[in-house]
């Protein structure tokens, strides 16, 4: 029996107001979410804190590693059904911690990691455009996630919500079940027998496991790919200010005296417009005369992105919100179709794996930092175009870093090879020998066989 909608709420959260959606709904999490982040609530956070996809990353990488992408799925899937489920039944805030929160965001994690690697492997001449087009359904979770979560608390209540939702996430075991296995390491395979035992068991073993926690954890690669180490602190810093509007825009417009309802429709004019706007942004990103500029265009729909909160903050009026919403999507969508494209062509695919499980869990450190500290600037200003102005400043100094130190990366590359192929045509005459016998005198001059390569 499905509980009604004059259930007793749990304890702590009848002093909470769920008036309007946030669009964190697309990590499923919609209701804790609005009931516990509001501003001025005086409940912490925990149930988003820990639903938050990425600070599992190196788990779900050695998941990858050794099940394979389309176990891993349908690991998460089951995990984050039954986190759902198990939700309905809870009585207290604490219970919801660790259901709703830690079960379902593990499973989240999982499904999600492992959907974004596996992608990565299937497609290589138009990676671009598949990734665009599978952040399509982001898109479609942010423009039908906050009117299905608002008929479903009103019709069922929480708990049936709740349960409805478990009932979604469980499709995502039939998805990954569907998905074709592929091998996520590149490294060849050997038919010889384990090596033998070590004398040195216990520095073997410290060694053995420091390895490993490198290679999973990929710091291995912040330490010596410069670009990733550029990408990952831009993002972190972006992130900063990226949410922000999809968390404050409805309560600034009902502030203002915008309805409930057409505010809580601007959301999802955002998601409807990313459902066309992404697959244009991936057309144009895997076009050959953008190939190597992605990183580039993303640091471009970055800085577009903080422009556009400006108008944001200038004027509430609801058609003003609207024309706001379309110009923000545009940026919007450059920023999701080529977030996880500009990652591969920086790591390589046999590395993807454990790079993306640090890049999560750096960028979730930013996305859980980022509401609270908006919350405390909005009340100490009690005005939101400060928060507007803050996720501005995030997002240009973001885009102005990351673009600059691609631009300073590439000089130096630039640089660097006419001297690596002058030492190279070097070290070739020597060790060959290459001479020529002068026709004028019987001495043998040494000359220089260049080779040009053409393609790499």
């Known amino acids: 029996m499905v509980p009604s909608t004059k259930e007793r709420p749990l304890p702590c959260w009848d002093r909470i107001g769920a008036k309007t959606p946030s669009p964190i709904s697309a990590l499923l999490c919609l209701t804790l979410l609005e009931w516990t982040c509001q501003p001025g609530s005086q409940v912490t956070p925990g149930p988003g804190l820990a639903c938050l996809p ?29 986190g759902m489920v198990a939700s309905s039944f809870c009585h207290t805030l604490s219970q919801l911690y660790l259901t709703a929160g830690f079960i379902t965001g593990l499973g989240m994690c999982f499904s999600f990691q492992s ?49 409805i939702f478990g009932g979604v996430l469980l499709h995502c075991c039939v998805c990954g079940a569907i998905l074709r296995p592929v091998a996520t390491s590149t490294a060849p395979e050997t038919k010889e027998g384990p090596p033998p035992p070590s004398k ?13 926690i490198q290679r999973h954890l990929a710091f291995d690669i912040l330490r010596h790919n410069a670009g990733y180490r550029v990408f990952t602190l831009g993002v972190m810093w972006m992130i900063l200010g990226f949410p922000l509007p999809h968390v404050f825009l409805v309560p600034y417009a009902t502030r203002h005296g915008v309805d409930e309802h057409k505010a809580a429709l601007l959301i999802s004019i955002i998601g409807f417009s990313n459902i066309f706007l992404r697959p244009v942004a991936g057309l144009l990103a895997g076009r050959r005369d953008f190939a190597g500029h992605r990183k580039y265009l993303f640091s471009l729909a970055a800085l577009l992105n903080g422009l556009t909160n400006l108008v944001c903050a ?14 923000y999507s545009v940026s919007m969508s450059g920023i999701g179709a080529l977030l ?37 600037l909005l009340d100490t200003t009690n ?25 300073v990366l590439q000089k130096k590359e630039r640089q660097g090879r006419p001297a690596e192929a002058e030492g190279a045509i070097t070290e070739v005459a020597s060790e060959r020998g290459l001479t020529v016998e002068d026709p ?17």
């Open 54 to 82: 990425g600070n599992t990353g190196p788990l779900c990488s050695i998941l990858v590693g050794r099940f394979g992408c389309r176990v891993t799925v349908m690991l998460g899937g089951a995990l984050a059904s039954l």
């Open 115 to 163: 959907s974004i690697t596996v992608l990565g492997f299937y497609f290589s001449r138009h990676r671009a455009l598949a990734n665009a087009l599978a952040s399509v359904g982001v898109s479609l979770g942010i423009t039908l996630w906050p009117l299905l979560s608002r008929y479903l608390l009103e019709n069922l209540g929480w708990r049936g919500t709740f349960l």
């Open 200 to 212: 040195t068991s216990s520095p073997g073993c410290l060694a053995a496991c420091g390895a490993a």
């Open 314 to 327: 200038a004027s509430a009026d609801f058609r003003v919100l609207v024309v706001y919403c379309l110009v």
């Open 340 to 376: 996880f494209q500009v990652l591969m062509d920086i790591v390589p695919m046999d590395r993807f794996s454990s790079a993306l499980g640090l890049f999560t869990i750096l960028e979730s450190i930013s996305i859980l930092t980022s509401p609270p500290l908006a919350g405390l």
């Open 383 to 407: 005005n939101f175009s400060y928060v507007f102005y803050m996720s501005s400043f995030f997002l240009i100094s973001a885009a102005l870093f990351m673009g600059g130190s691609f631009c």
């Open 440 to 456: 004028r005198s019987s001495e043998k001059q040494l000359y220089t066989e260049i080779t040009y390569v053409t393609s790499v």
